[in-house]
């Protein structure tokens, strides 16, 4: 079974940072972009950061100049850096992973969730 799990969510208060982190596990072939999207009560799901294998970033200009978005390709892992968190930071972010996995001798692509890591920034 394939999954991804998040972790380092909390509480902060505003001008504080939190890291997030997110580990895929399974029988993973290759991931392509992984990312962070996150959605606020009452508001749609949005985009936060995504990267890809090549380290190519795309940052959503809310967060631009205080999220940091990095992964370890070889742990599967991705990570989300956030500093000067402000109390509109606050949300469920979500974790997205997008590959290749094996299922049996056949190959699929993915486009995988993580269960949410809940931020809240007082302020």
């Known amino acids: 079974q394939v999954q991804l799990v998040e972790s380092g969510g909390g509480l902060v208060q505003a001008g504080g940072s939190l890291r997030l982190s997110c580990v895929a596990s399974?029988?993973?072939?290759?991931?392509?972009?992984m990312g962070w999207y996150r959605q606020a009560p009452g508001n749609q799901r949005e985009l936060v950061a995504t990267?890809?294998?090549?380290?190519?970033?795309n940052y959503a200009d809310s967060v631009k100049g205080r999220f940091t978005i990095s992964r370890d390709n070889a742990k599967n892992m991705v990570y989300l850096q956030m500093s000067s968190l402000k109390p509109e930071d606050t949300a469920v972010y979500y974790c997205?992973?997008?590959?290749?996995?094996?299922?049996?001798?056949?190959?699929?692509?993915?486009?995988?969730w993580g269960q949410g890591a809940q931020v809240t920034v007082s302020s």
């Open positions: 997205n992973a997008a590959g290749i996995v094996s299922s049996g001798s056949a190959y699929r692509s993915m486009d995988l």
């Open positions: 399974g029988s993973i072939v290759s991931i392509n972009a």
């Open positions: 990267i890809t294998s090549g380290r190519s970033t």
